[in-house]
């Protein structure tokens, strides 16, 4: 049987009574209360999932070695570096022995309602995964060749040397990227990343575009009992939606968009370089 292994995206668990205004800096579909995050874990933890480390992931595809994962195998990675996801889904994982993997953007470390440098030593030391999201929450594909090594090479450092521990894969802010970078981020010291592009991961897939599924407030348990299954039908509609957002980038460019979709969802502007 061809093996899928869906990548599960999160963004910030929050506290169950928490409004759903986003606080101004998020779309509110990106926050999961702590109840869905908790079910969600516990079915998977019962159904017999393994939560696999994004680096198992990414070795087992660079070498095409996909037949020896586990066949309910998940992988759960949060972005960005929402300080929710340390009071709140920290304790959940470890509840049920998940590994995650957190994408941090590492000039936000330490702003309010992100994770401060203390409770990234934390999710280290409790197992989890620590990895860049980029040093700014930044449009790639818009920067220069220097510019975007520069982000690769100096988050990835930082992390490395502040966490004591190898940091050696990233994923894009926005799912953007320069043509050239995977020679980029090879050159910085990655051996893989993963972007926001929708699908599960199989033996084909590239080792530093590798698909994810996003779980959101919306998705149902119905839903996300089909995601972790590798369902392709799960994603039709918001395939259709991702192929518009990239249409409408081509045409008028992706910081627009995003610029647009920011005014729109009433989110602050995303985080530039300053």
């Not at 990548?7 to 929050?14: C, G, K």
């Not at 929710?84 to 509840?95: C, M």
């Not at 995964?129 to 930044?138: D, T």
């Not at 220069?144 to 992390?159: C, D, I, P």
Request: glycine share 8%; proline share 5%.
């Amino acid at each position: 049987m061809h093996l899928r292994i869906p990548v599960l995206m999160y963004h910030e668990i929050v506290p169950d009574d928490q409004p759903r205004d986003g606080r101004g800096r998020t779309h509110p579909d990106y926050l999961l209360p702590a109840q869905a995050f908790l079910e969600q874990m516990q079915y998977l933890a019962e159904q017999g999932f393994s939560a696999l480390s994004a680096v198992d992931l990414v070795r087992a595809v660079t070498q095409r070695r996909m037949d020896g994962l586990p066949e309910r195998s998940v992988v759960i990675t949060f972005d960005d570096g929402f300080v929710g996801n340390h009071h709140q889904a920290l304790p959940l994982l470890r509840k049920f022995g998940m590994q995650a993997t957190f994408f941090v953007t590492v000039a936000q470390i330490g702003a309010p309602a992100m994770m401060s440098w203390d409770q990234l030593e934390a999710l280290r030391a409790a197992g989890m995964g620590v990895c860049s999201h980029l040093w700014h929450h930044v449009i790639m594909a818009e920067l220069s060749r220097e510019e975007a090594f520069a982000e690769l090479f100096q988050s990835r450092n930082l992390l490395r040397d502040r966490l004591g521990q190898p940091v050696t894969l990233l994923s894009l802010p926005n799912g953007s990227y320069r043509r050239d970078y995977p020679e980029l981020a090879r050159e910085a010291g990655y051996l893989g990343g993963f972007c926001s592009r929708l699908g599960y991961v199989s033996a084909a897939s590239n080792p530093f575009l590798l698909e994810r599924v996003p779980v959101l407030r919306s998705t149902s348990r119905a839903r996300f009992a089909r995601m972790a299954a590798g369902d392709r039908s799960v994603l039709t509609g918001a395939q259709i939606r991702r192929q518009a957002h990239t249409l409408a980038s081509a045409l008028v460019g992706e910081s627009a968009v995003n610029r647009w979709y920011h005014r729109l969802n009433r989110i602050g502007a995303p985080d530039e370089k300053n």
